[in-house]
């Protein structure tokens, strides 16, 4: 196996990355390296709302295009990330809620033509879009955010719905963290499939992000909490995919963040329906990690300098099993 493309090939699965959109104009050996590994792409913020209309009724695509275009010309396939969030919503769409100059029926229209512009801009070209990301909370409730409040919980089939209508072949993914072990978050999300498939609505896909850490224990269970999704008739992906920890680097470290990278790549070749391993970021010169949790990094697979980490090596010995 001589990288992750063949990798990806001879397992067939696909493997991605998130994109940073700005390094991706502006690096040369990233873009290099995006391109020659990876066969997947996920705009890292590019796609989110507060991106891509930044002013009412203002679109800003040229990020967004970037990435596609990028991923036209290198044969990767792209997830749209992400229609609904709770996170990263335009400043004129959270202020007039909260100011009331934005009432529920409006808010609902918003919402729709958000859904009908971005997956329309973009039909034929995104393979799977992330519909509605991290809606249910840790506790296993349906998640607080402006949509829910107003536009109360049918809003899930409606985004589905008008997803659906406007790009007939993209996969329709539901999208969060913790669902590889919290018992409570997975309950609550195989209930919310049964119901939306209950309603006849169009939903294919259980998005697992995977931000994982060394200082936590493995989540054991993943590949069987996979399977329950599958189970239902979804694709599985494991969508954002990184191991962090508490710096600074050892190489002991780094041989348990290597056998996590290949321990949830095998736990998703192991499932049939999961058909996509994508990375948060392939290089720590490069990742959300440091800017969070402080006192922790490291957590891709290629460190600062794009050099292959124990890491790498690991998820290309890693075999369907
Ligand atoms: O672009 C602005 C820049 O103009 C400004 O000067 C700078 C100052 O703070 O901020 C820049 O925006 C940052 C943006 O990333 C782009 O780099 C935001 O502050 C920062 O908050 C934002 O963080 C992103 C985060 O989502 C926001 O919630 C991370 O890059 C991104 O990796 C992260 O991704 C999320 C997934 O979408 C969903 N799952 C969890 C995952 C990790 O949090």
């Given at each position: 196996?001589?990288?992750?493309?063949?990798?990806?090939?001879?397992?067939?699965?696909?493997?991605?990355?998130a994109?940073?959109?700005?390094?991706?104009?502006?690096?040369?050996?990233?873009?290099?390296?995006?391109?020659?590994?990876?066969?997947?792409?996920?705009?890292?913020?590019a796609?989110?709302?507060?991106?891509?209309?930044?002013?009412?009724?203002?679109?800003?695509?040229?990020?967004?295009?970037?990435?596609?275009?990028?991923?036209?010309?290198?044969?990767?396939?792209?997830?749209?990330?992400?229609?609904?969030?709770?996170?990263?919503?335009?400043?004129?769409?959270?202020?007039?809620?909260?100011?009331?100059?934005?009432?529920p029926?409006?808010?609902?229209?918003?919402?729709?033509?958000?859904?009908r512009?971005?997956?329309?801009?973009?039909?034929?070209?995104?393979?799977?879009?992330?519909?509605?990301?991290?809606?249910?909370?840790?506790?296993?409730?349906?998640?607080?955010?402006?949509?829910?409040?107003?536009?109360?919980?049918?809003?899930?089939?409606?985004?589905?719905?008008?997803?659906?209508?406007?790009?007939?072949?993209a996969?329709?993914?539901?999208?969060?963290?913790?669902?590889?072990w919290?018992?409570?978050?997975?309950?609550?999300?195989?209930?919310?499939?049964?119901?939306?498939q209950?309603?006849r609505?169009?939903?294919?896909?259980?998005?697992?992000?995977?931000?994982?850490?060394?200082?936590?224990?493995?989540?054991?269970?993943?590949?069987?909490?996979?399977?329950?999704?599958?189970?239902?008739?979804?694709?599985?992906?494991?969508?954002?995919?990184?191991?962090?920890?508490?710096?600074?680097?050892?190489?002991?470290?780094?041989?348990?963040?290597?056998?996590?990278?290949?321990?949830?790549?095998?736990?998703?070749?192991?499932?049939?329906?999961?058909?996509?391993?994508?990375?948060?970021?392939?290089?720590?010169?490069?990742s959300?990690?440091?800017?969070?949790?402080?006192?922790?990094?490291?957590?891709?697979?290629?460190?600062?300098?794009?050099?292959?980490?124990?890491?790498?090596?690991?998820?290309?010995?890693?075999?369907?099993?």
């Open positions: 196996v001589r990288d992750l493309r063949d990798l990806a090939r001879k397992n067939g699965i696909r493997i991605g990355s994109v940073d959109a700005a390094v991706l104009r502006s690096e040369a050996d990233y873009r290099r390296v995006l391109n020659r590994e990876f066969t997947h792409l996920t705009a890292e913020n796609m989110k709302w507060e991106s891509v209309e930044p002013e009412r009724g203002v679109f800003t695509w040229d990020d967004a295009d970037a990435v596609v275009e990028n991923a036209r010309r290198n044969g990767q396939q792209v997830r749209g990330h992400t229609l609904i969030w709770h996170n990263q919503l335009p400043a004129w769409l959270t202020s007039g809620v909260a100011d009331g100059s934005i009432g029926a409006e808010l609902r229209t918003i919402l729709r033509d958000h859904i512009t971005q997956v329309g801009r973009y039909k034929g070209k995104i393979r799977a879009w992330d519909v509605a990301n991290e809606v249910v909370d840790d506790e296993g409730n349906l998640r607080q955010s402006i949509w829910l409040e107003h536009l109360g919980p049918g809003y899930l089939a409606d985004a589905f719905r008008w997803a659906r209508q406007a790009d007939p072949r996969k329709l993914y539901l999208n969060d963290y913790n669902v590889e919290n018992q409570g978050k997975i309950d609550r999300y195989l209930a919310l499939v049964k119901e939306l209950a309603q609505v169009p939903i294919d896909g259980m998005g697992f992000q995977g931000h994982l850490g060394i200082q936590y224990d493995y989540p054991a269970g993943w590949a069987d909490v996979m399977r329950s999704f599958a189970d239902l008739g979804l694709e599985i992906a494991v969508t954002e995919m990184d191991v962090r920890m508490v710096l600074p680097v050892t190489p002991e470290k780094l041989a348990t963040q290597a056998e996590y990278y290949s321990r949830a790549l095998a736990d998703c070749l192991s499932v049939k329906a999961c058909r996509e391993f994508t990375v948060w970021g392939f290089t720590d010169r490069h959300w990690v440091p800017g969070w949790f402080e006192g922790e990094g490291a957590a891709c697979i290629l460190d600062e300098d794009l050099r292959p980490k124990p890491a790498y090596h690991a998820l290309l010995a890693t075999r369907r099993r």
